[in-house]
């Protein structure tokens, strides 16, 4: 089978080039997400934990950028549970004949005993999927050595105080998954509570003319009020132990 029909058979989340012009078709526009989360230009010799890593665009740029190693882990869309499968990771760690390693693991499950102490830890996209987050963030702590590269949607950003939405249902995006939307302060607080030192916002949160334009696109598809839109979005973090 060529790669072209091996990439059709597979629902992606990430859009990951995979040479001679075949991008994965994913949901997300992960290149476009790149820039944004300040990753080092030169991994050279360091080693990477990419937590949460779907179809690995993130894990696979690590070590294009010279990374000597890299981990990636992930439970949820790896074990079926969503929409999601492995098939995209795997496919993707063939197709550019990657060394990136793999491990099925839940978030709270990480320790220095079970994975190790990596240099740079990636936690892109997953902290607002966590039922305990603080929990979640204490457990990313005790396996990060020099950086953790964390994003996350917001909300409440009404206030500078440290404040989170809790989702009970389906409350954000429709997705019963998303448990917390804290606000950029709290997100912080939390970080610095976990035991992170140094923590520096590197993007974000988003303009409010792009969450109107979300809103508005969210509403006309039948979907959500556009107010409570208007208090989310999504920043970056770099914090250091
Ligand atoms: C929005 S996706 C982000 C994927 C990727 N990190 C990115 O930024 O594009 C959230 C990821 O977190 C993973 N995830 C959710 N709950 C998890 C848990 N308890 N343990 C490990 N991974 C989890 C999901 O399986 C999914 O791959």
Known sequence: MN????????????SIPLGDGVVTPGVDDTPSRLSKIHMPDDLSGKTVLDVGAWDGFFSFEAERRG?????ATDSFSWTGEGWGTKDGFELARRALGSR???RELDVLDLSPETVGVFDVVFF??????????????????SVTRELLIMSTFVDATWTRRPAAAFYPRAEANSDPTNWWGPNPGAVVAMLETAGFTRVD???????????????????????????????QGAIVCHARP
């Open 3 to 14: 790669l072209r029909s091996e990439v059709s058979k597979v629902n992606w989340y990430h």
């Open 67 to 71: 990374a000597s190693r890299v981990l």
């Open 100 to 102: 990136v390693e793999d």
């Open 124 to 141: 892109l996209g997953v902290l607002y999927h966590m039922k305990h987050p603080l929990l979640a963030l204490e457990r990313v702590f």
């Open 201 to 231: 916002v590197v993007d974000g949160p988003t303009p409010l003319r792009s969450r109107l334009k979300v809103g508005i696109r969210r509403r006309l598809g039948g979907g959500a009020p556009i107010l409570p839109t208007l208090w």
